[in-house]
């Protein structure tokens, strides 16, 4: 029998997922899975590796497994390469996401991971941001205006009522479009100085390409003492966005203890100034209610069971709407122990042993 | 701008490939890729990740990541599943190979990795017996006759002038079918008990599914004394395919000494009884010369540099010959901070902040 086929979930299918679905209807879906598979991990019927790569001279090339058991595994290749943008016009983070079916290793489908990424790690920062900020959070501050700024403001939007959006970036030509590639009215975003959203955000998300070793990105002493923050692009032995005196202040929430601690700003802390990670207070959510009053950080590091959960949630909607195309990509043919079965019939598979032997 | 295109390169590619070139002539470049990215090893610029995976009830799924510094990344998924050709008519291994641009991040190409696999471990066999095997070796025994069995023979008879083909299955029709398989007339191979395999081997392979615990799959007391065995069957934890009296008698190169401690035959030895690596073999063939007459054993667990090298030669001749075809697969727009740029104009992506916020 042939390997059955694998289906592909381009751009233009995701693209088509999204006019469908609409993007406010897409990120609550997204917040919904992403808070469900982070509950699920406690019942072990979802797992996950933490992610490894090699360094790539000016970035980083990493793979990010997950497996929901008896069902699928997703690994999600994920390049990280800050230069993309100014030097080619890409974006930082490029993308690809594989589904394998777990009981037969056939890989099911490949699709983009470069928009699951953005819209995943926004879901993150919401599920994160719905347990710890303080209720009646309405001005958001935004210090990186990337394409993960954009969807951290679209996602924190769907679970707050974010009434005032204040943002920064280093690169004043980031700032001044951020409104638009949020698809928002002008008056309700303002580009602003470091320093003033510090002070007046009810809520803040860093999301910067800040290199190893040149953080933080703000000075953290006169953050509101209810504010959250979510620190999304320390990701990286050596990088972090947030000075130590404020997660010293800060109860601090990582999303996996293990690789916040390799890579995200608990780099910075020792194991005993850790708080609950995001997989604890989602399974009991009433260990978060007292943190709300008080200043917390959610460190956000990225885990592949967010990227299962996005998978599955475009593999199902793309499904639902006949989306992506099929190929056959893996060799097989009739018979499962015919390594060549794959071969047309008309090529000469003939194996020249005799004139070997006697060359 | 637009990330590139992604290359597909599927089953009908690859066939198209092995057609132009042929499949000898296939061979010969898989052996001389292998050899070479072992030696390039320690120069440093090319690098590897252990395999690491996830046990799926009845198999494993694994991720295997390779790197070319300054060029691309490799990384392959294959699953390991062998009730897959008696339950589904499907090959044991199926796998997929993702080619990354180191530089950006960017997937170049996506290509089946089952032929892949087959090939580069009958090519590993092939450089370990060109190092190891006695000089006149002519009888080659296999135990197991699967998928990968063909492609030891295959790859072996390039480098050996084979004259006897002794084969040995659990299942008898796996046995019977061998011959047609292997694309040889029925008089070279001869269905064979283990035991007479054994005694008559210049050259044994072992590549059985025997399960973790239920090896040995020969008694390996009557091994010729100059006996070469390349065994590729033993890569899980608990399995193992040849007795351990065998290995204390044989001098054992493993490809990578970690990996083959942790799944391979090496897992029955103490670090001392450990040979030279075939890494180590490559570079200085010297070492291999006075193994020559002794029994040797090659544990073949499989290496991601071995998927490297025949990636790219896969890649390589794909191009040359105009093979694969183009997918938009990854999301991106002409502005690389946007994460909507993919969308098509004429979607309504404005975001409803103010009809959330007064909701």
Redesign the interface.
């Known amino acids: ?1 042939r ?1 059955e086929s ?1 289906r ?1 979930l ?3 299918a ?2 088509a997922v ?2 469908h679905v ?3 209807g897409l990120f609550d879906l997204a917040v919904d899975r992403v808070h469900r598979v982070l509950a699920e991990h406690a019942t072990g019927r979802v ?1 996950l ?1 933490e992610r ?3 360094a ?4 980083l ?1 990493e ?1 990010m ?1 997950a ?1 929901r ?2 069902s699928s ?1 997703v ?1 999600k ?5 800050p230069d ?2 100014v030097r ?9 996401i ?1 589904i ?8 099911c489908t ?6 699951a990424t ?2 995943r790690t926004g879901a993150a920062s919401a599920v994160a941001s719905r347990l710890l900020a303080a209720p009646g959070s ?1 001005v958001l501050g935004l210090v990186g ?3 993960q700024a ?2 951290q403001l ?1 996602a924190l ?2 679970v707050l ?3 005032d959006v204040l943002v920064h970036d280093v690169d004043p030509v ?1 700032a001044a ?1 951020f409104a638009a ?5 002008e008056d ?1 975003v303002r580009v602003t100085p470091v320093a003033e959203i510090e002070r007046h955000a009810d809520v803040l998300c860093t999301a910067t390409s800040v290199a190893p070793g040149a953080g933080p990105v703000l000075p953290g002493d006169e953050l509101p003492a209810h504010a959250h923050v979510n620190a999304i692009g320390s990701d990286y032995a050596g990088k972090h966005e947030l000075p130590v005196g404020l997660l010293r202040r800060a109860v601090v929430c990582p999303d996996d203890i293990a690789q916040a601690v390799r890579e995200g700003e608990c780099q910075q802390l020792n194991p005993d100034e850790l708080g609950p990670s995001l997989t604890e207070l989602v399974a009991r959510p009433e260990r978060a209610e007292p943190l709300r009053e008080r200043t917390t950080v959610f460190d956000s590091t990225g885990l592949a069971l967010q990227d299962l959960a996005m998978a599955e949630l475009l593999g199902e909607l793309a499904a639902e709407l006949g989306l992506g195309r099929e ?6 043919g ?7 079965g ?3 019939g ?9 004139a ?2 006697g ?1």
Chains 1, 2 share one sequence.
């Open positions: 029998m390997p694998t592909v381009d751009a233009a995701v693209a999204v006019t609409g993007l406010p797992d590796r490894d790569g090699f790539t001279g000016p970035g090339v793979w497994p497996v058991h008896g595994c690994v290749i994920v390049g990280y390469h993309n943008p080619r016009l890409l974006p930082t983070i490029l993308s690809a594989l394998v079916d777990a009981e037969t290793g056939h890989l490949v699709l983009d991971g470069t928009f953005a819209v309405a205006c990337g394409v954009v969807t679209h939007s769907r009522d974010i009434e980031a479009g590639r949020a698809r928002l009215p309700i190929i056959e990509l893996e060799a097989g009739a018979d499962p122990r015919d390594p060549y794959f071969v047309a008309a090529a000469d598979l003939s194996w020249p042993l005799a070997r032997a060359a």
